[in-house]
Every structure is written in structure tokens, then in C-alpha cells.
């Protein structure tokens, strides 16, 4: 049990557009939903934190009108990348915690995002 | 306060040997602490986690040895095999915070 899926789990797009990632909770719900971005050989960094029903709460330097983030259900959660440029290329994450409060995160696959 | 320091940062071991990565910790507020495996490509797995309420956690090959008043908490793979070779993260959290701070990570390598 506790599965995180994503999709896409490649994107190419082109600089100026906007690109989705959809991150889904496979067999629980999930009350609190993490968006995390990975560059080549470096740790993950939290983007976002974002609740079922309510607004994301962004860390500090990501531009929450650039990276926007919707948690409609309590099982899915989507990221946007708008007007994205080749900086933006990364791994994108999600996890998801069960409903709860349980410590534990479980994490998706990841998205390559590639900006040409 | 939020760092989590991780090393080393690569490691080579033969198989059979044991794999050790050391992390360590400033905010005391932490009380969850797992490890993650990472392949290429992948999202991270958990691998193991502790409470500060116990001083070592085993299961399997793998141990986490927890030192409080230190701040440090280790993993300890015994009999490393060549599929163990992945990138390693420890983190740490906070109770009813569940926001996860990341170690920089550790990339092994087990040779045959």
C-alpha cells in the first residue's frame, strides 16, 4: 500500500510554455502533499507544501506565481510550471502523507522536466 | 538550524564489506528520522527511520544508530551488495510538521 504516482515521467516542452505534473495518491488519502525539485547529483529541495481545500504554502525563493500548485482532492495534487525557460529543467517530485498525521512520506517516481 | 549534514559524500566498498554514512543534526525539535534510497532516475524509498527514543533501529541489513545528546545518527548496511549501490539520504523532521529536511546525500558504490 501507499502509492504515489506521477505523470507524466518525462515532459520536453518548449521555453515560454506551461507544463502540468499530476501527483496522485494510488490507495490512501492524502491530507498534506509535498512538491520537491532535484537538480543533477544535489539532495531534494522543498518547493511547496500544499493541504487538501487549501492555498500551498511555498518555501522561502520559489516564485509561487511561476510554480503553481493545486491540491483539489484528497488524492491528487498538480504542479504548473508556467512560461517555463531552460533553468527550470530539473526532477520534480511529489509525497504525500496519509491522512492522520503520520510522520512518514511516501514519494512518486518524479518528473524529468526538460526546457529547450 | 534546519541543516541536516550528511557525509561522505561518495563511498566505495566491496561487497561483502559494510557501508557506513554519518549525519548530523542542530534543531533538537527533531524527532523523525529516516533514510532514504535513491536509484537514478527514481524518487526516493524509505529505507529505515528511528525516534530519539531509541538508540539503534535494525531491520535486515541495514541500522540506524541514533546518539541524542551528539545530534548524530548513522546507517550502517552490513554485507553490502552491488544492488545496494544507489544514492543514500538521511532526514529529519518534525512531529505534526511532517515537513522533511533533506542530508546533501551520499552516492555508494558497491564494487564486486
Known amino acids: 500500500g501507499a502509492v504515489v504516482s506521477q505523470h507524466p515521467s518525462w515532459v520536453i516542452c518548449k521555453s515560454g510554455t506551461s507544463v502540468k505534473i499530476e501527483c496522485r495518491s494510488l490507495d490512501f488519502q492524502a491530507t498534506t502533499m509535498f512538491w520537491y525539485r532535484q537538480f543533477p547529483k544535489q539532495s531534494l529541495m522543498l518547493m511547496a507544501t500544499s493541504n487538501e481545500g487549501s492555498k500551498a504554502t511555498y518555501e522561502q525563493g520559489v516564485e509561487k506565481d511561476k510554480f503553481l500548485i493545486n491540491h483539489a482532492s484528497l488524492t491528487l495534487s498538480t504542479l504548473t510550471v508556467t512560461s517555463a525557460h531552460p533553468e527550470d529543467s530539473s526532477f520534480y517530485i511529489c509525497s504525500a502523507s496519509r491522512s492522520g498525521g503520520t510522520y512518514e512520506q511516501y514519494f512518486g517516481p518524479g518528473t524529468r522536466l526538460t526546457v529547450t | 538550524q534546519q541543516q541536516v549534514k550528511q557525509s561522505p559524500q561518495s563511498l566505495i566498498v566491496q561487497k561483502g564489506g559494510i557501508s557506513i554514512i554519518n549525519c548530523a543534526y542542530e534543531n533538537t525539535a527533531f524527532d523523525y528520522f529516516p533514510w532514504y534510497q535513491q536509484f537514478p532516475g527514481k524518487g526516493p524509498a524509505l529505507l529505515i527511520a528511528?525516534?530519539?527514543?531509541?538508540s539503534e533501529k535494525k531491520e535486515g541489513r541495514f541500522t540506524i544508530s541514533f546518539n541524542k545528546s551528539a545530534k548524530q545518527f548513522s546507517l550502517h548496511i552490513m554485507d553490502s551488495q552491488p544492488g545496494d549501490s544507489a544514492t543514500y539520504f538521511c532526514?529529519?523532521?518534525?512531529?505534526?510538521?511532517?515537513?522533511?529536511?533533506f542530508g546533501t546525500g551520499t552516492k555508494l558504490q558497491v564494487i564486486p
Open positions: 528511528i525516534r530519539p527514543d531509541v
Open positions: 532526514a529529519a523532521s518534525t512531529a505534526g510538521y511532517q515537513k522533511v529536511t
